[in-house]
């Protein structure tokens, strides 16, 4: 069975500090990882995605991945957080079957910036 | 911006009432979804429909029947819900096709807020 581990409930950093957030996966066959993000009271926006190539994923609002297959993790970080970046973080694997698949999802980790 | 647009934004309920959720997305993709989700959890998936067509459903109970009229359109419809029912509802869409090349992508709308009373 699919699943995404998220082993931090809640990231504290300050403003301009790089920040990761952590994920670890674990999965039969290829794994196809996201990172979405939701604000307070909001739906879920996408952020980035691993589907094949590239370790180093670029994304959405000066965000990276990192996809690392022998440790089995995929950390979102950012360089130089903004308080703007405050929210919930959810990784997710892509449970694939037939012609499209839907995604399961970690418990999500709270990053705080703050000032 | 999403471009997954979901009605109502809030919806209030007694248990005996009948309401339906809408969504609707202009894609053009022929997967679209249905998630529940509890405040400070995860989503959990509910209803996959693939080109119009019911292919997942996770054990909802039948309170919640899913229709999906046309490719753009999904709605949820709701009769004698229970207070535990109370949650933020999301919808999504995708492509479908082999993962390599659509991208698959799910794009969520911004939900619908739920409260049974």
């Known amino acids: 069975a699919q699943s995404v581990a998220q082993p931090e409930d809640q990231v504290n950093v300050a403003e301009g500090n790089p920040l990761t957030v952590k994920c670890t996966y674990s999965?039969?066959?290829?794994?196809?990882l996201f990172w979405y993000v939701q604000y307070p009271n909001r739906g879920l926006q996408f952020l980035l995605k691993y589907i094949t190539g590239d370790n180093l994923v670029k994304g959405s609002y000066g965000f990276e991945a990192e996809f690392n297959k022998s440790q089995t993790s995929f950390h979102l970080k950012k360089p130089s957080a903004l308080v703007s970046d405050s929210a919930l973080y959810f990784c997710a694997v892509m449970n694939y079957g037939g012609s499209q698949g839907n995604l399961i999802f970690g418990k999500g980790t709270k990053l705080s910036v703050k000032p | 911006d999403t471009e997954v647009t979901q009605t109502p934004k809030h919806l209030v309920m007694g248990m005996t009432n009948k309401k339906s959720l809408k969504c609707e997305q202009h894609?053009?993709?022929?997967?679209m979804y249905w998630y529940k989700q509890k405040a400070k959890k995860p989503p959990e998936l509910m209803f996959v429909y693939s080109y119009e067509k019911l292919s997942i459903n996770e054990s909802v109970p039948s309170r919640f029947s899913p229709e999906c009229p046309n490719s753009s359109l999904l709605n949820l419809h709701l009769h004698a819900l229970q207070p535990e029912d109370s949650a933020l509802y999301l919808c999504?869409?995708?492509?479908?096709?082999?993962?390599?090349?659509?991208?698959?992508?799910?794009?969520f709308g911004e939900g619908s807020w739920l409260t049974v009373v």
């Open positions: 894609m053009g993709h022929r997967a």
């Open positions: 999965v039969s066959g290829n794994p196809y």
């Open positions: 999504a869409s995708s492509q479908v096709g082999p993962l390599l090349i659509s991208g698959n992508t799910i794009y």
